[in-house]
């Protein structure tokens, strides 16, 4: 059992950064890869980027990349989203989830309640 919760979201204007973090606490937290996916007001939960557990290998969006890192610290049990020059377009609720290393939101079994970004223009 893991528990996934998410911080560090909230309201800036067009360009500017904001970090994520994300705690995972639990037995099995060990060997998961932890992605993030985000959904904005009436669009679905899109894959936004993951970090693998044992190599520290990424992916990421092509709406993201270059301007979003992940990263995690497994001593801290954390894993972390700096999305820089943000858009109206990386508005919405951003959640972090534990599972296996990929792209598809079926391959993440543990999930947060989500933490809402809002980008203005």
């Known amino acids: 059992q893991v528990q996934v919760v998410e911080s560090g979201g909230g309201l800036v204007q067009a360009g500017d950064s904001l970090r994520l973090s994300c705690a995972a606490s639990g037995r099995t937290f060990s060997g998961y890869a932890m992605g993030w996916f985000r959904q904005a007001p009436g669009k679905e939960r899109d894959f936004v980027a993951t970090?693998?557990?044992?190599?520290?290998?990424?992916d990421y969006a092509d709406s993201v990349r270059r301007r979003f890192i992940i990263s995690r610290d497994n001593a801290k049990n954390t894993v972390y989203l700096q999305m820089n020059s943000l858009n109206s377009e990386d508005t919405g609720v951003y959640y972090c989830?534990?599972?296996?290393?990929?792209?598809?939101?079926?391959?993440?079994?543990?999930w947060g309640q989500g933490t809402q970004v809002t980008v203005s223009s």
């Open positions: 989830a534990a599972g296996s290393y990929g792209r598809d939101r079926y391959q993440y079994k543990y």
């Open positions: 970090i693998a557990w044992n190599n520290n290998l990424t």
